[in-house]
């Protein structure tokens, strides 16, 4: 499977009164992207707002993050099976990215895990979307509605959006063209012969009850492991729909940039054959970690590889099914490393996972959560912070009347996110 | 006068006094620099003054821990030194057992920074490496010398409230601390070169070294549930309407009890919950989902087992440090072990 894409360089987003890209500015019809959205009888207001690096303003409370990416050709339609048609699936053909803006869902709170974005100030630093021009999509639900449902017209708004945004850049010419390319599993592993074969087995989270991600419209705790070609993740067969802790939230905006899928293709070829991605999930019950686990390392040993790193997404109980992953992989003669974040808690003293094995030698830190940090007032909010107290990260009395707030660094998007997008790491002391 | 007081903490043997026949010398101040202190108060220059220094034999020390320790941080108190520094203590077990006491008691309680030095198989090392900053020094008094820079260097930091750096930076033990910083690299960039190492099976170095977990055998089955005194625990976060002592959602720093007296089921008039790691819909309209208290109060009625006590352990299960837990689950089990508890029974979510 090839794939082309493109990626036209957006620097700035300004409303108009229609929508379209001239100069890498993208000119969006406000009225029109309210107007849809509100055709979710779910939502009862939507008002956009633009926040850009360097501003003092906050957004809050962040659902979910999304580039506007179009497929031009090759067939299948962005966001298969959840926004766009199921079949034929995607991943091959040419696909354009807007490069540098992100559409970011905003309301108030569904389930205390959504986060944070300052635009300027000490947590910028902390947070990828500090750098990216943001199309923010306020959304107000009707009232009464079950969290789940409201979850879930969060989410379509955010990915309608980010795909009616996508369309603007059907016909512009990429300022970049990249090419990603994974062959049928006999023809890669011929292609390399002589570089070890490496995989990526990606956990996504599942756990459920607002913990929920969704591949090719399936909700991932009801699939068992299954093989991906990488290419496909980049059209956004992989949508997220949950509310973890901020802090490791892989946004849809990460699994459109998963960064060990863009680390396998730089070395494919060079030091590695990259063969593929194993899909799989978090589920709570023990025998589904049991089950998934041993069809993790199957899948491994199948598909002959000699390395993988693996990833989660969120703590705690995810961890154990990062090391049960780690332990069966391992026991097939695959050697294992693992990208994950901590929670040592606030004096960083207390143990980084819920659970660990002999077999886990060789992990990669995304940096620990529980660090605090002092968000400066903005001139600006958008969102509210009414919330700020009970987002994961703040506790009670942590906001001043200004606006400022002391919390930890878990109540910014995608701070600790544990697949390794950020430089922050964590070291002993 | 100097513009930093020190006071300095010795065994007998370092303070002169003698060697084992006197380890059991009762704890003595005197307002001047001894043994080791004369190398520390050369090295430290005219800004410092070692103001004291207090002498306690080894023996004494590990025979009479509370009583030592209340009194030497008395006579630590009347000083008000800026820094408090004990030993080094090398590789002599006792005596890093007292120095790292005595720092920890002194840093708790008068809220002095400490430090002390010690060989890293010294079996108080162990022990206090992870709350106190010590000096990673040799097992012998020889090489005191070698040490000495580390010392001082890390005194001067303490005093003026210079920012401490890293273990391998600095010279001491790590503690164990998880510390952020900014990587050169990215995560993934990280990892795959790693990965790329131990493939070929040339050394790495883990950022993370695996934790090792206490591990809690499970206790005794109860030998009559009839007439055994059941107790509730959850980590659901279930709290009184309004969180009135105001456990966290995530990470929690506390728990509570709350009662039960007089109640057959949880009302969501009177209980919420504040966990924020799921779905919470259900257990706002149910609390019953995850303190069962009206299928309990059935049970206790039907005569099932005995009684229930009347009221219960809550706290947040979500982002919890360990360390956090571990105390919870000390303080709960020994105030249950009080009420006479045979069996607890834990819901988590």
């Known amino acids: 499977m090839k794939l082309e894409l493109g990626k036209i360089e957006i620097k700035d987003i300004q409303f108009a009164d229609r929508t379209y890209i001239e100069d890498h500015v993208l000119y969006v019809n406000k009225e029109e992207v309210e107007a849809m959205v509100l055709e979710d009888d779910k939502l009862l207001e939507c008002h956009l707002d633009i926040a850009r690096p360097g501003e003092k303003t906050r957004i809050t409370p962040v659902k979910d993050v999304i580039e506007p990416r179009v497929k031009v050709s090759g067939g299948g339609e962005i966001f298969p099976g959840i926004l766009g048609k199921v079949t034929p699936p995607v991943g091959e053909g040419r696909t354009h990215a807007l490069d540098g803006c992100c559409v970011v869902t905003v309301g108030r709170i569904v389930g205390f895990q959504e986060g944070v974005i300052d635009m300027s100030g000490v947590a910028a630093d902390y947070c990828p979307f500090s750098k990216t021009v943001n199309l923010c999509v306020v959304i107000e639900p009707q009232e009464g509605l079950e969290t789940h449902v409201y979850e879930k017209a969060g989410r379509m708004a955010g990915l309608k959006v980010a795909a009616y945004l996508g369309e603007a850049g059907r016909n512009v010419e990429p300022d970049v063209l990249e090419t990603y390319e994974t062959k049928p599993i006999f023809e890669q592993a011929a292609e390399y012969p002589d570089l070890p074969k490496v995989g990526y087995v990606h956990m996504l989270q599942s756990q459920g009850l607002l913990h929920d991600t969704y591949y090719y419209g399936v909700d991932a705790k009801q699939f068992v492991p299954t093989i991906m070609y990488p290419t496909e993740i980049m059209d956004g067969a992989i949508v997220s729909g949950n509310c973890v802790a901020p802090c490791d939230k892989v946004t849809t905006y990460h699994h459109l940039h998963n960064p060990v899928i863009d680390e396998c293709y730089k070395h494919h070829g060079k030091d590695i054959n990259f063969m593929g991605v194993i899909l799989t999930n978090e589920n709570v019950f023990l025998a589904d970690k049991e089950r998934h686990s041993d069809m993790v390392a199957k899948l491994a040993e199948w598909m002959g590889l000699d390395g993988v790193l693996i990833t989660e997404e969120g703590y705690g109980n995810p961890d154990t099914d990062l090391m049960m992953n780690c332990r069966k992989v391992e026991r097939k003669g695959t050697k294992v490393v693992l990208i994950t974040d901590e929670f040592p808690g606030k004096d960083g003293k207390s143990q980084s996972l819920a659970d660990t094995c002999d077999e886990a030698t060789a992990l990669a830190s995304c940096g620990q959560g529980n660090m605090t940090l002092q968000f400066p007032a903005m001139d600006k909010v958008i969102g509210m912070q009414d919330y700020i107290e009970s987002q994961i990260g703040g506790w009670a009395g942590c906001i001043n009347e200004d606006g400022s707030f002391e919390a930890e660094i878990q109540i910014i998007i995608a701070s600790t996110i544990a697949n390794g997008f950020n430089k922050l790491a964590a070291r002993g002391y | ?349």
């Open chain 2, 1 to 349: 006068m100097a513009k930093y007081k020190i006071v300095h903490y010795l065994n007998q043997f370092f303070g002169g006094i003698g060697g084992e026949d006197k380890a059991d010398y009762e704890p003595e101040v005197r307002e001047e620099k001894i043994g080791p202190g004369l190398a520390m108060a050369a090295a430290l220059g005219e800004d410092y003054e070692i103001v004291a220094t207090v002498i306690c034999g080894d023996n004494y020390f590990g025979e009479n821990l509370d009583l030592a320790t209340d009194t030497i941080v008395e006579m630590v108190k009347k000083y008000e030194p800026d820094v408090f520094v004990a030993g080094p203590a090398f590789n002599a077990g006792r005596y890093g057992v007292a120095c790292g006491t005595i720092c920890k008691a002194v840093e708790e309680r008068l809220g002095v920074p400490v430090l002390t030095g010690m060989y890293i198989e010294n079996p108080g090392a162990d022990m206090f490496k992870k709350d106190i900053i010590t000096v990673s020094t040799g097992n012998s008094a020889a090489t005191l010398r070698k040490s000495m820079p580390k010392i001082v260097n890390l005194v001067k930091k303490m005093a003026t409230g210079e920012e401490i750096l890293g273990p391998s930076i600095e010279g001491y033990l790590e503690r164990g601390i998880r510390v952020n910083y900014f990587a050169e690299e990215r995560g993934a960039t990280r990892g795959m070169k790693m990965l790329i190492k131990k493939m070929a099976g040339e050394p790495f170095e883990t950022d993370l070294p695996m934790p090792k977990f206490d591990r809690v055998p499970p206790a005794e089955p109860i030998k009559d549930i009839k007439t055994a005194k059941i107790a509730v625990v959850t980590s659901g976060g279930i709290v009184p309407q309004g969180n009135p002592d105001h456990i966290e959602s995530s990470n929690a720093t506390k728990f509570g009890f709350y009662t039960l007296e007089g109640m057959d089921r949880m009302s969501a008039d009177d209980y919420m919950t504040i966990h924020g790691g799921y779905d919470r819909q259900f257990v706002l309209k149910d609390p019953n989902l995850v303190v069962p208290l009206d299928v309990l109060r059935e049970l206790e009625k039907e005569g099932e087992f005995g009684s229930l006590l009347n009221y219960f352990g809550t706290t947040t299960g979500t982002g919890t440090a360990t360390g956090s837990a571990a105390k919870f689950g000390d303080e709960i089990g020994k105030k249950f072990i009080e009420e006479g508890v045979d069996g607890v029974i834990l819901t988590s979510t």
